[in-house]
Nanobody, 114 residues
């Protein structure tokens, strides 16, 4: 499974961004997909996940501001980020679970700054 993420960039506090992550390869075996983020020197942390049937899970820090969605026909997962805060600045990684293995895409940088 290969994952290609896009959509990061610079946005002002209070602004919005949408991240996309397209999967290719053995996509029929993908169960959950998700987004994680990581700051330099820190552990990668969960942002949101979504199962193949649409069940979602969010980190407390993003609930009510971020929405994860998935288009199974396009093999793509999205992360709509609204009301962005400076502390949301991180490198964001998409993930795809196949059986007991988790695949990672290359990160995309999100910078929230005025």
């Amino acid at each position: 499974v290969q994952l290609q993420a896009s959509g990061g960039g610079l946005v002002q506090p209070g602004g919005s961004l949408r991240l996309s992550c397209a999967a290719s390869g053995s996509i029929s075996s993908i169960s959950a997909m998700g987004w994680y983020r990581q700051a330099p020197g820190k552990q990668r942390e969960l942002v949101a996940t979504i199962t193949s049937v649409g069940s979602t899970n969010y980190a407390e820090s993003v609930k009510g501001r971020f929405t994860i969605s998935r288009d199974n026909a396009k093999n793509t997962v999205y992360l709509q980020m609204n009301s962005l805060k400076p502390e949301d600045t991180d490198v964001y990684y998409c993930s795809a679970d196949v059986a007991i293995r988790r695949y990672w895409g290359k990160g995309t940088l999100v910078t929230v700054s005025s």
